[in-house]
Antibody, heavy 115, light 108 residues
Framework: QVQLQESGPGLVRPSETLSLTCKVSGASISPYYWTWIRQAPGKGLEWIGYVYHNGDTKYNLSLKSRLTMSVDTSKNDFSLKLTSTTAADTAVYYC?????????WGQGTLVTVSS | DIQMTQSPSSLSASVGDRVTITCRATQSISNFVNWYQQKPGKAPKLLIYYASTLQTGVPSRFSGSGSGTHFTLTISSLQPDDFATYYCQQSYSSPPITFGQGTRLDMK
């Protein structure tokens, strides 16, 4: 059974880069799509984008200019980097497997953007 | 972008009630709709995919229907474990995948 675990700093200063990694266990990174979704406090779900096992990506156009996703097959994990952060990027960030529907999710990690 | 609008935004019901949540898309999306249940502090859980297919392990009191622009999630007989927030999501057009704003279901 696949398990996903997000990791990264819980606090990011405004204008700095938010970096998260999702470690995959119980399954290989290949040949799947891997997605990031976030949820601002008390708000709904926002799709951030996905990365394919070969490195191909699709991003939410509203975040595309600040966003980079990558995959590391040797470590069996994938990552998200979001630059030029503001308070609006404060959210619980989830990683999930898939590109259309999402059966397997990480537990989520809260990232607060604040000075 | 395809917008997904859920109604109602919140709903109070009692154990044993039949509950229906509606989701409308701003354009036809065939049957590319999924439904999730989320409890506080937890990741969403997939209930229904392709509008009407029950995810493995999900109780049969949950059902989904619809195609085109109008979709429904029905809980036939509400159980105590069902009080949660429910989201619809379209996967017809990406980017971006989009979610409804959520329907909070609480106990009357």
């Amino acid at each position: 059974q696949v398990q996903l675990q997000e990791s990264g700093p819980g606090l990011v200063r405004p204008s700095e880069t938010l970096s998260l990694t999702c470690k995959v266990s119980g399954a290989s990174i290949s040949p799947y799509y891997w997605t990031w979704i976030r949820q601002a406090p008390g708000k709904g779900l926002e799709w951030i984008g996905y990365v394919y096992h070969n490195g191909d990506t699709k991003y939410n156009l509203s975040l595309k200019s600040r966003l980079t996703m990558s995959v590391d097959t040797s470590k069996n994990d994938f990552s998200l980097k979001l630059t030029s952060t503001t308070a609006a990027d404060t959210a619980v960030y989830y990683c999930a497997r898939g590109s259309g529907n999402f059966v397997s999710w990480g537990q989520g990690t809260l990232v607060t953007v604040s000075s | 972008d395809i917008q997904m609008t859920q109604s109602p935004s919140s709903l109070s019901a009692s154990v044993g009630d039949r509950v229906t949540i509606t989701c409308r898309a701003t354009q036809s999306i065939s049957n590319f709709v999924n439904w999730y249940q989320q409890k506080p502090g937890k990741a969403p859980k997939l209930l229904i995919y392709y509008a009407s297919t029950l995810q493995t392990g999900v109780p049969s009191r949950f059902s989904g229907s619809g195609s085109g622009t109008h979709f429904t999630l029905t809980i036939s007989s509400l159980q105590p474990d069902d009080f949660a927030t429910y989201y619809c999501q379209q996967s017809y057009s990406s980017p971006p995948i989009t979610f409804g704003q959520g329907t909070r279901l609480d106990m009357k």
